[in-house]
């Protein structure tokens, strides 16, 4: 699985060299971030779904055709929520991205991506679960929240994400062993000024 905030997805280029890095990443999952998106997007071999059409904040999930990826819900333009199944195991995959600010309706929306977690968890306590993305500063709120739910994390809370420095990326996950975490500086290729997060995940 790889999650990377790529700063805007809409010209043909991006869509071209963000394309050739999940290809040759040959992950399975992929969570893109701050996409911008005013129109579809598709990959060949990939289902994908995302969040409204704007050009501000924006996710985007998908994942190789020989898995079923199914939209549970899509809020705004900071969370695409879906379902993957493969074989006999299913993951809950909310992929975020939080706006950076302090302003009321930002930091509701934090709380109200952790409400959705602590509902499926309320529903189904052995749930396995991934929340991925760029939490800016709402990455606070969200280690607090993931501690007290028993989520583990990939990589270390001081670890930069971002070219300015900086952590504001991440990926959670509970009822899933979390293996393999590595990280790439995708700002070196000049597409984005946020490092790609790539993990293995061991279904449970």
């Known amino acids: 699985m790889m999650c990377l905030n790529v700063r805007g997805f809409n010209s043909g280029e991006k869509q071209h060299a963000i394309g050739q890095l999940i290809h040759q990443s040959e992950c399975h999952v992929v969570c893109l971030n701050e996409t911008k998106l005013t129109g579809p ?21 998908a994942a190789t055709n020989k898995v079923n990826l199914t939209l549970v819900k899509a809020l705004g333009t900071y969370l695409c929520w879906v379902r993957l199944t493969t074989g006999k195991h299913e993951v809950q995959i909310l992929n975020c991205y939080l706006e950076p600010g302090n302003e009321p309706f930002k930091a509701e929306r934090a709380k109200r991506v952790t409400d959705i977690i602590k509902d499926i968890i309320k529903q189904d306590a052995d749930a396995a679960i991934v929340v991925c993305g760029d939490f800016n500063n709402h990455i606070h709120h969200m280690y607090r929240e993931m501690h007290f739910l028993k989520f583990t994390f990939a990589y270390d809370r001081h670890t930069t994400t971002h070219k300015m420095g900086g952590h504001l990326d991440q990926i959670f996950a509970r009822g899933v062993d979390i293996t393999n975490a590595v ?22």
Not at 41 to 61: E, P
Not at 183 to 200: E, Y
């Open 41 to 61: 997007v598709y990959l060949d071999n990939y289902w994908s779904h995302q969040t409204l059409l704007q050009r501000n904040g924006g996710a985007w999930t």
């Open 183 to 204: 990280m790439n500086d995708g700002f070196d290729s000049g597409v984005t000024d946020h490092k790609c997060l790539k993990v293995s995940l061991k279904l449970k």
